[in-house]
């Protein structure tokens, strides 16, 4: 068996291409620091976070993507993030100016290429049983999709 990494992986399609671009970028961002990515994981109070970023001690980061002013002020879910995750990050581009985003949370400047930490933002960690629930969470969400691009007819179910 021949081992490929550029196995193409289909646009789930509920981001714009700018939103895309970001998320490609912050994903970039968080492998070269050690990270693991999963992007639209769902979490225990039934919302979505954009990107949910693994590090190498266990630590969990939430990226939130804005991919302009209006999406911003649209959306306000970001504030129901915090009990998941150890720091959370918004991510935009350098067509939205950084000082609409919240100071309680990191800032990050992406494009489709990569992405630069512009703030770190505070750090508050979770609760033992909070970060095993996510971590099973990431990890079969993970495994889930993984066989999904290995065996498409298999079927999917969200988790």
């Known amino acids: 068996m021949v081992y490929s990494p550029a196995i193409a992986v289909p646009r789930d399609g509920r981001q714009s291409d700018m939103a895309h671009a970001l998320q490609r970028g912050v994903g970039r961002l968080f492998r070269a620091r050690g990270h693991a990515v999963v ?13 949910v970023a693994l590090g190498p001690q266990g630590e969990i980061t939430i990226v939130e993507i804005k991919s302009s002013i209006e999406d911003f002020r649209a959306d306000r879910k ?17 067509g939205v100016p950084a000082e609409i985003f919240p ?57």
């Open 78 to 94: 970001w504030l129901d993030y915090g009990p998941y995750c150890d720091a959370l990050f918004f991510a935009s581009h350098a």
């Open 39 to 51: 992007t639209e994981l769902g979490l225990g109070n039934g919302r979505r976070a954009d990107i």
């Open 103 to 159: 100071a309680e949370a990191g800032l990050i400047l992406a494009d489709g290429y990569g992405a630069e930490i512009l703030r770190e933002p505070p750090r508050t960690p979770l609760t033992a049983a909070r970060r095993k629930a996510m971590m099973i969470a990431f990890g079969k969400v993970a495994a889930h999709r993984l066989h999904g691009l290995v065996d498409p007819e298999a079927g999917f179910a969200e988790l």
